[in-house]
Nanobody
Framework: QVQLVESGGGLVQAGGSLRLSCAAS????????MGWFRQAPGKEREFVAA????????NYADSVKGRFTISRDNVKTTVNLQMNSLRPEDTAVYYC?????????????????WGQGTRVTVSA
């Protein structure tokens, strides 16, 4: 069983930045593809970003490309999401996800483990 704990959410003005972190409780962290998803009020959960086990390959939703950056530290067993130039439409609960399978599985919204989420609110 892997526990994922997100932190770093909060309230920020449009144009501002936030850095989300996800701490994973597993000694095999480097085996997992990691990702971030978000769910806005009244909407379905959507993919935001993913990173391969080595960190060498990343994938982003078109809506966040050029503004968000995902990274990981396999020693600290953490994955981060640096969010810049935030917009009101980025308001959502952000979830960390871990998947043992290939990245394509995570991109399809399937993950072995999910965090509880951290709320991000961007005011206009």
């Amino acid at each position: 069983q892997v526990q994922l704990v997100e932190s770093g959410g909060g309230l920020v003005q449009a144009g501002g930045s936030l850095r989300l972190s996800c701490a994973a409780s597993t000694l095999t962290f480097s085996s997992y593809t990691m990702g971030w998803f978000r769910q806005a009020p009244g909407k379905e959960r959507e993919f935001v970003a993913a990173i391969s086990w080595s960190g060498g390959y990343t994938n982003y939703a078109d809506s966040v490309k050029g503004r968000f950056t995902i990274s990981r530290d396999n020693v600290k067993t953490t994955v981060n999401l640096q969010m810049n130039s935030l917009r009101p439409e980025d308001t959502a609960v952000y979830y960390c996800a871990a998947e043992l399978g290939p990245m394509e599985t995570l991109l399809g919204g399937i993950a072995s483990y999910w965090g509880q989420g951290t709320r991000v609110t961007v005011s206009a």
